[in-house]
């Protein structure tokens, strides 16, 4: 056999052999294959319809989302159809995405800016709304029945004078167990009405948001919780009263009313001054009321020749000739000052503010004081100045004319034979001149009339 012959018979043989090895891994593996891929087309479409049911049963469900349409194929979950907001259309093709099968979402949604499509949503729940609520007037009504119920009883114990004397003798500690009271029978009525309407979890998330505000507004209204407490504390102490004569810091009057935040005062120009609780509080307060009995002082300059004692005898007497002064404590003197030209003297007296007004008792008694001085020609020199001419002497009439003033002025009465003043003169001016003005008075009284609910203090004097 030649060489062609034997290579086209090999080649024959490798063929065949081929052939026959290809055609058993076929007949092995080709079944499983044609299995598979049957199995794949059968269960495709199912899916594709189990995935579609599934979503729109999810969307039915939704308010504003059971219009959308939904389509699968292949894993693919496309969305089509309105929304009426950008957050309805997240909230779909989220739902979309966790839905078992889905591999990918096609979000062909658009939002809606039709006015009747945004309207409709609100008229529905308006709808529910008025439904529900008719439905629970019944309930409604008898809550708020509850609620006037309890707060008609608190106030009822709340004006039990009785109960408030009992347990505090302070008018304005009556007033906030008066006030506590009737919160607290209010604050039960809730509580009872909020179980009727089967709203007691509201009560938590109330106190919770009260807690907050209550630390916000305590910061805000820091000022006006100190002069409420300034108040209380004031009230408790009471260090003044009504009617009442007081200063504070450089405010001067008379009290007309302590509020929970202010203390009001008229000054004698009639004119009314109100001071935060908290500077009253805090200052320094003169209280010219709280003892009847006041000293007024006054100074008066006397020269250097006149006979102290003799001047201080015709100042006594003439003070306790005054019906408006009273003899025990007695007048005072005191030297303040001994000068090149006077003596500086201070005489002092005591009144009884109830009956005589101070200021017109001490003017009255500074003009009879002069008066009698007068009389008994002592000198009151003003401050003498000694002037030295640089330029040369002096005028001889200027030395005249002083030693003339001087002549005139230096004859007192020093052997004894001193004027006093008659007791019609000491009393010219009558004792009703001399009483307290009532005309402030009156206005307190006015003003704590019209504003008597507001006031913390008791209406009468200790």
Same mark, same amino acid.
């Given at each position: 056999?030649?060489?062609?012959?034997?290579?086209?018979?090999?080649?024959?043989?490798?063929?065949?052999w081929?052939?026959?090895? =290809?055609?058993?891994?076929?007949?092995?593996?080709?079944?499983?294959?044609?299995?598979?891929?049957?199995?794949?087309?059968?269960?495709?479409?199912?899916?594709?319809?189990?995935?579609?049911?599934?979503?729109?049963?999810?969307?039915?469900?939704l308010?504003?989302?059971?219009?959308?349409?939904?389509?699968?194929?292949?894993?693919?979950?496309?969305?089509?159809?309105?929304?009426?907001?950008?957050?309805?259309?997240?909230?779909?093709? @989220?739902?979309?995405?966790?839905?078992?099968?889905?591999v990918? $979402?096609s979000?062909?949604?658009?939002?809606?800016?039709?006015?009747?499509?945004?309207?409709?949503?609100?008229?529905? =729940?308006?709808?529910?709304?008025?439904?529900?609520?008719?439905?629970?007037?019944?309930?409604?009504?008898?809550?708020?029945?509850?609620?006037?119920?309890?707060? &008609?009883?608190?106030?009822?114990?709340?004006?039990?004078?009785?109960?408030?004397? +009992?347990?505090?003798?302070?008018? %304005? $500690?009556?007033?906030l167990?008066? *006030?506590?009271?009737?919160?607290?029978?209010?604050?039960?009525?809730?509580?009872?009405?909020?179980?009727?309407?089967?709203?007691?979890?509201?009560?938590?998330?109330?106190?919770?948001?009260a807690?907050?505000?209550?630390?916000?507004?305590?910061?805000?209204?820091?000022?006006?919780?100190?002069?409420?407490?300034?108040?209380?504390?004031?009230?408790?102490?009471?260090?003044?009263?009504?009617?009442?004569?007081?200063q504070?810091?450089?405010?001067?009057g008379?009290?007309?009313r302590?509020?929970?935040?202010?203390?009001?005062?008229?000054? %004698?120009?009639?004119?009314?001054?109100?001071?935060?609780?908290?500077?009253?509080?805090?200052?320094?307060?003169?209280?010219?009321?709280?003892?009847?009995?006041?000293r007024?002082?006054f100074? $008066?300059?006397?020269?250097n020749?006149?006979?102290?004692? *003799?001047?201080?005898?015709?100042?006594?007497?003439?003070?306790?000739?005054m019906?408006?002064?009273?003899?025990?404590?007695?007048?005072?003197?005191?030297i303040?000052?001994?000068?090149?030209?006077?003596?500086?003297?201070?005489?002092s007296? &005591?009144?009884?503010?109830?009956?005589?007004? %101070?200021?017109?008792? +001490?003017?009255?008694?500074?003009?009879?004081?002069?008066?009698?001085?007068?009389?008994?020609?002592?000198?009151?020199?003003?401050?003498?100045?000694?002037?030295?001419?640089?330029?040369?002497p002096?005028?001889?009439?200027?030395?005249?004319?002083?030693?003339?003033? *001087?002549?005139?002025?230096?004859?007192?009465?020093? @052997?004894g034979?001193?004027?006093?003043?008659? @007791?019609?003169?000491?009393?010219e001016?009558?004792a009703?001149?001399?009483?307290? @003005?009532?005309?402030?008075?009156?206005?307190?009284?006015?003003? *704590?009339?019209?504003?008597?609910?507001? =006031?913390?203090?008791?209406?009468?004097?200790?």
């Amino acid at each position: 056999m030649s060489k062609p012959a034997k290579k086209s018979s090999f080649l024959l043989v490798f063929y065949l052999w081929s052939a026959l090895f =290809s055609g058993t891994a076929v007949a092995e593996i080709a079944p499983p294959t044609a299995v598979e891929s049957a199995e794949t087309i059968a269960i495709e479409p199912a899916s594709d319809r189990e995935i579609e049911n599934r979503l729109r049963s999810i969307l039915s469900e939704l308010d504003g989302l059971d219009a959308i349409e939904v389509q699968s194929k292949a894993g693919v979950a496309e969305l089509q159809g309105m929304v009426l907001s950008q957050e309805q259309r997240d909230i779909a093709v @989220d739902l979309a995405a966790k839905v078992d099968g889905v591999v990918q $979402v096609s979000d062909k949604l658009a939002v809606s800016n039709s006015v009747l499509d945004r309207l409709n949503p609100l008229l529905t =729940s308006v709808e529910n709304l008025t439904q529900n609520t008719l439905s629970l007037l019944p309930l409604l009504l008898i809550a708020v029945a509850v609620v006037l119920l309890f707060r &008609w009883v608190g106030r009822f114990v709340s004006r039990r004078e009785v109960l408030l004397r +009992r347990l505090s003798s302070n008018s %304005f $500690v009556q007033e906030l167990l008066a *006030q506590a009271i009737r919160a607290g029978f209010t604050l039960l009525g809730l509580l009872v009405a909020l179980e009727i309407l089967d709203a007691t979890a509201l009560v938590g998330a109330v106190l919770g948001t009260a807690g907050v505000v209550g630390i916000a507004m305590g910061f805000a209204f820091r000022d006006t919780i100190e002069n409420y407490i300034a108040g209380i504390l004031l009230s408790i102490k009471r260090p003044f009263l009504p009617n009442e004569h007081i200063q504070i810091d450089s405010f001067e009057g008379k009290v007309i009313r302590l509020t929970s935040r202010a203390t009001i005062i008229m000054n %004698f120009d009639g004119n009314h001054i109100r001071i935060p609780n908290a500077t009253v509080f805090k200052s320094v307060m003169l209280n010219f009321s709280r003892n009847s009995e006041r000293r007024f002082t006054f100074e $008066v300059g006397l020269g250097n020749d006149v006979d102290l004692m *003799q001047a201080t005898e015709l100042a006594r007497t003439t003070l306790l000739g005054m019906k408006s002064v009273l003899d025990e404590p007695a007048p005072g003197f005191n030297i303040m000052a001994l000068g090149d030209s006077n003596v500086v003297v201070k005489i002092s007296a &005591w009144i009884d503010q109830r009956n005589f007004d %101070f200021n017109k008792v +001490r003017t009255e008694a500074i003009r009879l004081i002069k008066r009698v001085f007068d009389d008994n020609d002592f000198d009151m020199p003003e401050p003498i100045y000694r002037l030295k001419a640089a330029g040369g002497p002096i005028v001889a009439s200027v030395f005249e004319t002083n030693e003339r003033v *001087q002549g005139e002025s230096e004859s007192p009465k020093q @052997d004894g034979s001193a004027v006093h003043l008659t @007791d019609a003169v000491i009393n010219e001016v009558e004792a009703s001149e001399l009483q307290p @003005d009532k005309h402030i008075d009156e206005q307190i009284v006015k003003e *704590q009339r019209q504003f008597e609910e507001g =006031s913390t203090l008791t209406k009468e004097l200790e």
